[in-house]
Structures are given as C-alpha cells and as structure tokens.
C-alpha cells in the first residue's frame, strides 16, 4: 500500500516535472524542471532497490550534468524561445509517430505482464553487488567507459577552443 | 581460257590509279589507265578467236563458296556463251577506245587519276554483270555500275548540279534496283537457286501463263522495274539527261554504249522467264514503244548538244527494249551493237564539238563548224545517218529488223510497229537538226575569249579541231557505224543473218512455246513483207532528213515561228513534258515532309528521344521527390527520426506477438 | 506491490514527452535535455526490470548508460558552444546553411 502510494507520488512529480520541461520557453526554467525529474527518479530507484544507482543519479546526473546544463545556459546568455517557423515534418510526421510508437510500446508492455508485481525491496542493489559485477564481469567495459571519458573530454576541450 | 581475268584486269587498274595515282603524272595514269583495259580487251579477242569457230556455253565457278546455307549455294560463277561473249566484246573494245579518247579530252581536267580509276572500276562491275553466271552475282554487277555511273556524273564534285545529278542517278536506279531484288528473292524462294542454268531449266517446266498473272508474270514485271531504272525508260528515265553533267567520255561509254544497255542484256538472259509470262512480255513491249517515242518527242527542242543526244538514248534504248518485248531478242542484241558504235561516236564526237569551242555546249551558238573540224564532222555524219536508219549504215539493219518483228507480233503489233516508224521519223528530224545547227550555217558563238560559260574551261581561241588521241577513236566507231550492220543482214535482202543464228542456242524457245498464241507471229512473215516495211522506214528517215533540211539549212526562220505558234506545245516539249517537276511535287515532296514531320519530329525526336529525355527527367524528378527529405531543417530531421524510430518499434513488438 | 507494467508505463510516458519536446522545442539546449529525460525514462525501465528478473546486471548497464549521458552531454555542449560562436543563435531552424 505504502508502496504503491509512494511510486505514485514519485511518478506525478516525475511527469509533472517532464510537462513542465516540455512547456516552458526558457531554458533555465526547463534545466530545473529536469533536475526535479532526476531526483523523482533516483527516489523511484530507491524504491526498486537500487540504492548505489540512486545516489549515482543524484551525483551525477542531477549533480553533474545538469550543472553543466546550467553553466552552458549562463554562459550562452540563452533568452526565451523564439516563435520561428519550424518545420512541418516535424509536427506532421513526428508527432503522430511518436504517439502511434509509444501507445504501442505501453500496450505490448502491459500486455506483457499484466498483474506481475514487484514487491519492494526485493533485490538489493548494494554498492558492494554492483561493485563485485563491474570489476568482475563487466571489466571490459568498464575500461572501455573510462577511455570514452578520456575522449570526451578531449573532444570538449577542443571543441569549445575560442578561435586564436 | 581464264575467265575471271577479264573483269580482274580493269579492277587492277582501278585500284593501282586510285590508291597512288595522286602521285603519278598524267602519263603514267594514262599508261596505266590504259594497259589494264587494253589488256582485257586483248584478251577477250584472243578468247574469242577461240569461240567463235566452235560456240558453245562455258560455264567456270571458282572454289571459294561465296553463299552456302542449307541447300542454298551461290558460287563466283563465270559464263561464256554466245550472249555474253558478244557484250564481252562490246563492252571492252568500245570501252577501250572511249578510255584511248579521255587521254585527250580530260587532259587538262583535275582529278585525272580519279577519273581513270573510275572509268576502270565501272569495266571491271560491267564485266561482271555480263559475264555472271548466276543472278546474284550479275546483281553485284548491277549495283556496282550504278555506283560507278554516280561517281562518275559527279566527277565535277564541287558544282551543285553535278552532284545533284550524280544523287539523282543513284536513287532512281535505286527504286529499279527494288524491283530486281524483290524478282531475286521470288527466284530464290521458288526455285532455290538463282544460277541461270538452273533457274531456266526449272521455268521451263512450268506452264506458259496466258491465263491470268502468276510467279512467272511477277518474276518478269519486278525485272522490267529493274530494267527500267538501268536501262533509262519510263518511268525511270529521269537521271539520264540530268547525267549529261559529268564529262563526256562518261556520257559515252555509260550512258550511251554500256551500263544503260543492262537492262536490255538482263531481259535477254531471263528470255525463257519472260517468253513463259505473256502479260509481262506485252508490259516489256507497251513500255519501251511508249518511251522511244515519247524520248522522241523531248529530244526534238533541246538546245544542248548533249541533251538531244541523252533523249535520243532513251529513244533508241526504247526501241531495244520493244524488241524484246515483241520475243524479238536477236534484234534487240543487234541494236545494242550498232547503237553502241554510234551512240559513243555521237557523244566522242559532240565531246570534240564542245572542245574545239572551249566548253560551249549550246547549239544556237555554234553552227558551220565543218570547216573546222572536219574530221569530227564527217565521222559524226557517218553516226548520224546510221542512228537514222539510212540504208546501208548500221542502224538500218538493226532498226529494220525491230520494226519488222513488232510488224509481225500478234494481233496488234502494226501498232507498235507504227509508233516505231514515226518515231524513226522523228530521230531523223532531231539528228539532222543536231547536224545542220552544229555544222552548218555561220558561225553563231562569238570568238574564243569571251566563251566561258562552257562547263569544261578551256583558254579560249577559235575553233580548232581535237587532238590524234581524240580522233583516231571517232574514226574507228565511224568505220563500225558503217559496216557493224553487216553482220546481221537478213534474208530478204540477200545477206544470211550470221547475227541472228549465231545467238540462236541462246534464244531458242525465241519461236514461242506452241501453247502461247500471242507470241506467234500472226501474220506470215515473208520476205516480201519484210522488203516493204523497210522502204516504208527508209521513206519515214528520208522525210526527216528532208523536213531537218528545209527547216535548219533552207529556211532558217521557220523553227522561230512555229515555236510562237504552237507556242504551249512548244513550251511543254522544252520543260520535257515538267516531268521532273511532277515527280518533285508528287513523290519527293511528300516523301521529304512524311520524313520530316512523320519520322524525323515524329517518331525520332517524339517517341525516341522523348523515352531517353523521359525516363532521366522521371529518375531526376523522383530524387527531387526524395531530395525534401534532406531539407537543411534540423527539426524536420528529428521528425523523421522520430517516426522512423517508431515504425522500427512497432514492426519488432509485432514481430514478436506473433 | 506495485506492479510491474505500472513501471513500465511511467517509463513510456516519460520517453514519450522527451521525444515531444525533441520535436517541438526551439531552443538547441532544450532539445538536448529533452534527449537526457529520454535517456532518464529508458534507465527506469532498466532498473524496473533488474528488479523484476533479479538480475544485477540491469543495473549495472544503467551505470554505463549515465556514463555515456555524461560523455555526450560534455561533447554535446561543447558543439553548441562553437556553433553558437559562429551563428550567434540557439535557435536550431537558424542553423539551415544546408537548406534547399
């Protein structure tokens, strides 16, 4: 019960959070809804049992990136939204696509596995786990993540570069 | 003896004086121009010493198989028999001295090399045509000439009017030449052979087809059509006064002596095809009357020299082709010989006419030329009464002979036979004319400097007579013009007629088949017809020579005034009937516009070309369908992304509820 | 207990308004979050099933998935930046040089 009132919560903010993203016409509003939406998921996260993904969502995402969000925005002096003519492929093609995509999505999962219930708390997904799984069976990549940062980083610094 | 060296010869020179003859100067073309020929003639002689005491047909075909499909050979065949050695004989010893006259005559022509590599190629496709033993290879003959005749015609290739002429040629033959080969593709596919032997002894077994039109009749028109175009009769007669453009020597031995006398040699060979079909012989008769007299009528206004002479061989060619039509071959041969003889010596001769006055051509501007050139003129006498029929000349013999038979041939062959006499008539009249204009009277040109209208430029000074090259030809056929009729004397006048049996085994079903009553003779020859039907032609000849005098040497202003007065008749005659200008509205009009709008912007441009151009402006059309797609739009991008991301999604989910 | 398919459809939900607002949004930055909240919604459908099949290794792939996040956020950005610089605009129906 507890459970269920608890996901409901969290999920309203969720998707109260992404409305607001897609409505507002100034990006810093939208950064804050996101970080509203991160942190309603790390708390859905916790309630499936993944306490290590959790605080990493907060850390990272919410903490991390979002920020970065947020200095780019700054730093851009980013304003409200223009009303430009966009294109009418986006709105005509995309948008019932994207509707016909996720009915169809929400229907076959459902369909799936109508009735099979999570009971709360049933997998721990403790640091220590997660840890033993990532140095363990998943090295490779692992390894392979941690060269990507190293690009990235190398692609930003470049990237950004003001002309000199 | 060799019989392929007889064409081989000419060929030789041909070749030798077309590939290098550029360097040559003009005596080494000449020698070499002349060697060749003169070697085959020899040789024809020698071969012919040997034939003659002792004819019969021989026939050689060489290994090399030139056709060979299923049971359908053609092999490079040779014949000698009696038929084909006398045109043998005709085409290279007239043509021998035609080449001996052009050493004089094209002497300060250019392109002299060409000329003489021409002139050697056209023996070379004649003597084969003569010398076939089998259709196809005399059709290689056939179309050979006609190509020689247009290079030749248009020898003077940079003046319009002679390459036209030389087109006109060509085509005209073309549409006989149609005939010949649809009448070829009947003989293969009815008798599966086209070898002479083999084809006459197969139609000999069939029925004579008095009944109604059958593959014999067929065979025979569609021949005629082909004789018609080479042999210069209606309705193909047109490229032959225009083909007075190329030089002289040309208008000789072409046009006068060899190529056009094809057709009448190609009826001859096919007399057992012809002598089976009644209808076709009568069409062979109907055509060549129609056109000696028509020709007759044309010739009797021109005023150049060397177009009267052009009707006059379409006349004269009319008048062969009439007496093969009427069964009578023998007699057609034999006015082939003689026409041969005289008809080059008129040409050679007008050619010395129109040297001696530096290019002139026209005969209102010449006249008492005889005491210029004397030799020129008596020597063209001698053609000119020959070609008149006066007795004792060539042409009496030969002309009588026709006349007499057409007399003589079925129910209504008095017709023919009248059409014939008035025409003989009338060929006096234009030739006297011919003769009195250019010869008599005084001088009507001016003097030599101020005669450069002519075709051929020459430094003007008065008239002065050809050189030896030039006359010792003339001389030579004036002797043959004189006494090549004697050969051929028939009975009624006391001579035995070696001509007419020496070519009997070639024409021996000449007496009609029993069943055919048209081909009979209706009335009953004898001789004493026959001497009365050759006064009547000498008293018709006489007439015209007289009527030619009182008009061109007694009372010059009379042909003035009769043109006035029967002006339209006049005018009808000079434009040649407008003939040309008819074919010209009626056939190549038309034919010119259903090519341009029909085929040309019809279908080549409208269909062809519209496929190619529509099918690129389709696929281009269709990437320009497909380019919106990459619009330069990043959200319009992000559509796309989004709805081909769905489509993936829903295909798998449905995949895998299946 | 909550059922599993509520997860699920919370998740789609999500991924359904982060595709909206990549379609409709005018602003390149706001674009771009909208493809981190499609990233979000995915990451919960990971974890959702982890849990449902008791497998750890669903949440170890969401931990490469952030990781990825993090690299193409840094890069991404970076991009904008330099366009920015030359285009002077955040509007992405400005950046159409490549148009027709």
Redesign the interface.
């Known amino acids: 019960m507890l ?2 009132a608890l ?1 409901l919560i969290f ?1 309203v903010i ?2 109260a959070g ?2 607001n ?2 409505a507002q016409t100034h ?1 810093i509003n ?2 804050l809804s ?1 970080v509203v ?2 942190a309603a ?1 790390a708390a ?2 916790l ?4 306490e ?2 959790a605080a ?2 907060v850390i ?2 919410a903490g ?2 979002m920020v ?2 947020v200095f ?2 700054m ?2 002096n ?1 304003g409200a ?22 009915v ?3 229907w ?4 799936a ?8 708390g ?2 721990y ?1 403790s640091a220590q ?2 840890g033993h ?2 140095f363990r ?2 090295l490779l ?1 692992f390894e392979i ?1 941690s060269v ?2 190293l ?3 190398m ?6 570069r ?2 000199s | 003896m060799i019989l392929w060296l007889i064409p081989i010869l000419p060929l030789v020179g041909a070749a030798i004086n077309g590939l290098f003859g550029r360097r040559f100067s003009n005596r080494t073309v000449s020698a070499i121009g002349l060697l060749f020929p003169g070697l085959a003639m020899l040789y024809t002689w020698w071969i012919a010493a040997q034939f003659f005491p002792n004819p019969s047909t021989i026939i050689q075909t060489y290994g090399l198989p030139w056709i060979k499909v299923g049971s359908f050979t053609v092999e490079y065949g040779f014949q000698l028999d009696q038929l084909s050695m006398l045109m043998a004989l005709i085409v290279t010893g007239v043509g021998f001295l035609i080449h001996v006259y052009s050493v004089g005559y094209m002497a300060h022509e250019g392109g002299y090399y060409r000329f003489f590599s021409y002139l050697n190629l056209f023996m070379f496709f004649m003597l084969t045509l003569v010398l076939a033993n089998n259709y196809l290879l005399m059709f290689v003959g056939w179309e050979g000439v006609g190509l020689a005749s247009y290079l030749l015609i248009g020898f003077y290739f940079l003046r319009d009017s002679a390459s036209a002429a030389g087109k006109k040629a060509f085509i005209v033959n073309r549409i006989g030449d149609f005939g010949f080969l649809i009448a070829l593709f009947l003989i293969i596919q009815h008798f599966g052979t086209v070898n002479f032997g083999e084809v006459f002894a197969k139609a000999n077994g069939m029925p004579v087809e008095t009944a109604g039109a059958g593959l014999l009749t067929a065979i025979g028109l569609l021949f005629l059509l082909g004789a018609t175009g080479k042999s210069a009769q209606i309705p193909l007669y047109v490229w032959l006064p225009d083909a007075m453009e190329g030089p002289t020597p040309v208008s000789a031995l072409i046009h006068a002596a060899t190529m056009v006398t094809a057709g009448v040699y190609m009826i001859s060979r096919s007399n057992v095809i012809f002598n089976h079909a009644p209808i076709a012989l009568s069409a062979v008769a109907v055509i060549g009357c129609a056109t000696a007299f028509f020709a007759a009528t044309i010739g009797l206004v021109q005023h150049d020299i060397k177009r009267v002479l052009a009707y006059s061989t379409v006349s004269q060619l009319g008048y062969m082709v009439m007496a093969c039509g009427v069964a009578a071959y023998s007699a057609g041969m034999f006015h082939l010989m003689t026409h041969a003889f005289f008809k080059a010596l008129l040409f050679l001769g007008a050619g010395s006419v129109i040297h001696a006055l530096g290019g002139e051509q026209d005969m209102r501007k010449m006249g008492g030329l005889r005491r210029y050139i004397p030799v020129t003129f008596w020597t063209m006498t001698a053609a000119t009464l020959a070609i008149s029929g006066f007795p004792g000349f060539s042409g009496f013999f030969s002309k009588d002979e026709i006349l007499f038979r057409a007399y003589v041939h079925g129910p209504n062959g008095w017709i023919l036979w009248l059409i014939g006499l008035i025409t003989a008539f009338l060929t006096a009249f234009y030739m006297f004319r011919l003769w009195f204009l250019t010869f008599f009277g005084e001088y009507r040109g001016g003097t030599g400097h101020d005669q450069h209208a002519g075709r051929e430029e020459h430094h003007g000074h008065a008239p002065h007579e050809s050189p030896k090259v030039m006359l010792i030809p003339l001389v030579i056929l004036a002797i043959l013009s004189v006494i090549g009729g004697w050969v051929g004397i028939s009975k009624a006048m006391g001579g035995s007629n070696h001509f007419e049996h020496y070519l009997a085994p070639i024409f021996e079903h000449e007496e009609a088949a029993p069943e055919s009553a048209a081909l009979a003779p209706q009335v009953e020859p004898s001789s004493t017809m026959e001497l009365k039907l050759s006064i009547d032609a000498t008293l018709a000849a006489l007439a015209g020579i007289g009527l030619a005098w009182f008009f061109y040497y007694k009372r010059r202003d009379l042909p003035e005034k009769m043109a006035t007065s029967l002006h339209g008749l006049y005018v009808l005659l000079e434009n040649k009937y407008f003939v040309d200008e008819f074919y010209g509205a009626a056939i190549v009009k038309p034919l010119i516009l259903g090519s341009t709008y029909l085929l040309w912007k019809g279908i080549d441009v409208g269909v062809i070309d519209r496929t190619v151009n529509d099918s690129a402006d389709a696929a281009r059309d269709v990437s320009r369908g497909f380019r919106q797609m990459q619009s330069g739009n990043i959200r319009s991008y992000a559509g796309w992304v989004a709805a081909g991301a769905a489509a993936v999604v829903v295909f798998m989910i449905w995949k895998g509820t299946r | 207990m909550v059922p599993i398919s509520y997860y699920l459809v919370l998740s789609a939900i999500l991924f359904a308004l982060g595709v909206l607002g990549f379609l409709i949004k005018r602003n390149i930055i706001t674009i771009f979050m909208s493809i981190e909240l499609m990233l979000n919604a995915v990451n919960l459908s990971f974890v959702a099933f982890a849990a449902y099949w008791h497998a750890l290794s669903g949440q170890v792939f969401v931990f490469f998935v952030m990781v990825v996040a993090a690299a193409e956020a840094a890069v991404g950005l970076a991009i904008i930046i330099a366009v920015f610089r030359t285009r002077q605009t955040l509007n992405p129906d400005r950046v159409n040089l490549l148009k027709l």
């Not at chain 1, 309630?47 to 993944?50: D, K, P, Q, S, W």
């Not at chain 1, 076959?108 to 369909?111: C, E, F, P, W």
């Not at chain 1, 692609?155 to 950004?160: E, Q, S």
Request: avoid cysteine; charge should be negative; glycine fraction near 10%.
């Open positions: 459970h269920l996901f999920g969720a998707v992404a409305i993203l897609v990006p939208s950064a996101l939406v991160m998921l859905e996260y309630l499936l049992g993944a290590f993904l990493i969502q990272v995402y991390a990136i970065l969000f780019t925005i730093l851009l980013a939204e223009e009303h430009t003519r966009g294109s009418k492929v986006a709105l005509i093609i995309g948008v019932p696509g994207l509707i016909v995509g996720s169809t999505v929400a076959a999962l459902i369909h596995h109508t009735g099979a219930e999570v009971p709360v049933s997998l997904g786990d997660i799984l990532l069976d998943f990549p993540t990507l940062i690009i990235a980083i692609g930003a610094v470049v990237l950004a003001r002309e």
